[in-house]
């Protein structure tokens, strides 16, 4: 195998894989990088908290650059982002300044949604936020409905639904909301703009989203209950401060996502992808992997800082379609696209339902797949709610484009790797998202 990176212009690089003519076997042990979301969270809870966070493991990409450039703007400071060892003293909460420009988002809807919670509840400050060109056309009318009924002031493009957006904080009301989609970004936004309002701010889910926020805003102080059997958590309004804590980051499961298909679909590998957060909101990825008949095994359980971590041995193994649907879609969200590469090297049909949350991530992920799977040769049928994928087919090396999605570049690396012949993947720097290490990490691979 052979790897190249060349730049297009000083914004883009195109990824060049070359597959080994004799075939290759990825042994040995893999890093991963800090959890996406947790480093998210780690950083806006030690902004607004009082005293001192420290943050260990966080994730050094691009987004959570993005939430950490946007809290510095108001007032929290953060030592620098060059070390995953960072320091937060947070400001307290309700006590942000109002910033002097703009809040970038950048390309993380993550950061937006959840600091729109914070925001619309400092009262007397305005802010405006904004993003890149992917997350200005991401559906914000799913965090802006809700705060508006507790009472936030927010304008934006399109009928208050895009970024840009004006937000004029306000005194709010707690609400009991029933969120029409499982979404932990909405839950998150509501939380946090619940920590500061009058009552009880309660969150009812259709389906089990992503708890991390729930986690870390007990271990923080917060008087929050939650009942899994309703899918509801409340948190109760001006009740207590949030005290700055030691937040150890556990590797990202969606990061490790990657090597472990690698492995599951590459001949003679075996992998040990090591601190792999292992949150049972999340592992919808490995349940999808067993069905379809992959070799898995969790090694050194622990828990850490509140979150389960493990090391996962994976061996490649013959695979076979399954279905992908219902309550497990919100538990896998984010690993849709490497499970879709999965599916092109296994024997059968695997049905992917219930995924239309898809058509509005960073690209519309159903809609990228298909498209850029079926120019390598695979066979895959697009529905407006998901994917058929129908297996095994041999992929050909092709031009391919990652749409900006780091996911996307990510998942068509792996699948270049299984490839008869080169594949070049366009605006390839977009891993640097969540993995900035993935280039790197994919060439010093044992094989
Ligand atoms: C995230 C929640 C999910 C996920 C995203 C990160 C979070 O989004 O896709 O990558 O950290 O809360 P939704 O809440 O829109 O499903």
């Known amino acids: 195998m052979v790897i190249a990176l060349q730049s297009v212009d000083n914004r883009h690089q195109d990824l060049v894989i070359t597959p080994s003519p004799t075939g290759l076997s990825l042994q040995g042990r893999v890093q991963i990088p800090g959890d996406k979301s947790i480093s998210h969270r780690a950083l806006m809870l030690g902004a607004i908290a009082q005293g001192t966070t ?39 909460l309700g006590k942000l300044q109002e910033p002097q420009d703009v809040l970038n988002a950048g390309n993380s809807g993550t950061t937006l949604r959840l600091m729109l919670g914070v925001l619309a509840s400092h ?22 409905q809700p705060l508006t009924q507790m009472g936030a002031t927010i304008w934006g493009r399109q009928a208050h639904t895009l970024a840009p957006l004006g937000i004029q904080g306000q005194e709010l009301q707690g609400i009991h909301y029933h969120s029409p989609i499982a979404s932990a970004q909405v839950k998150s936004c509501l939380l946090l703009a619940g920590l500061s309002a009058q009552g009880e701010t309660t969150v009812t889910e259709p389906a089990i989203s992503r708890d991390h926020s729930e986690r870390m805003l007990k271990a923080f102080g917060a008087d929050i209950t939650t009942d899994p059997e309703t899918r509801t958590v409340t948190v109760k309004g001006q009740a207590a401060q949030l005290q700055g804590q030691t937040v150890i980051v556990p590797g990202d499961i969606s990061s490790a996502a990657f090597w472990l298909v690698a492995a599951a679909i590459t001949p003679g590998s075996e992998l040990v992808v090591e601190n792999v957060g292992m949150n049972p909101t999340r592992t919808g990825v490995l349940e999808a992997l067993a069905r379809m008949g992959a070799d898995i095994t969790p090694e050194n359980e622990r828990v850490v800082t509140g979150e389960p971590v493990a090391d996962l041995r994976v061996k490649a193994s013959s695979l076979q379609g399954c279905e992908i649907a219902g309550d497990l879609i919100p538990r896998l969200i984010d690993e849709v696209p490497i499970l879709a590469v999965a599916a092109t090297f296994a024997q059968g049909t695997t049905v992917i339902k219930d995924a239309t949350e898809l058509r509005v991530k960073e690209s519309d992920r159903l809609a990228v797949m298909a498209t850029e799977l079926n120019r390598m040769g695979a066979k895959i049928s697009e529905f407006p709610d998901g994917l058929e994928i129908t297996g095994e087919t041999p992929l050909q090396g092709a031009e391919v484009d990652s749409y900006t999605d780091h996911r996307v570049a990510m998942s068509l690396a792996i699948a270049a790797l299984n490839a008869t012949t080169p594949t070049t993947i366009h605006r390839a720097e977009a891993a640097a998202i969540s993995y900035p290490d993935f280039i790197t990490t994919l060439d010093s691979l044992p094989h």
């Open 123 to 144: 009262a007397n400050r305005f802010f405006v936020v904004t993003g890149d060109d992917s997350l200005r056309s991401r559906p914000m009318s799913r965090v802006i």
């Open 54 to 92: 420290t943050v260990k493991g966080l994730l050094l990409g691009e987004d959570p650059r993005s939430t950490a450039s946007c809290f510095q703007a108001m007032g929290a400071k953060i030592s620098a982002l060059n070390d995953q060892d960072v320091t937060i003293e947070g400001v307290g």
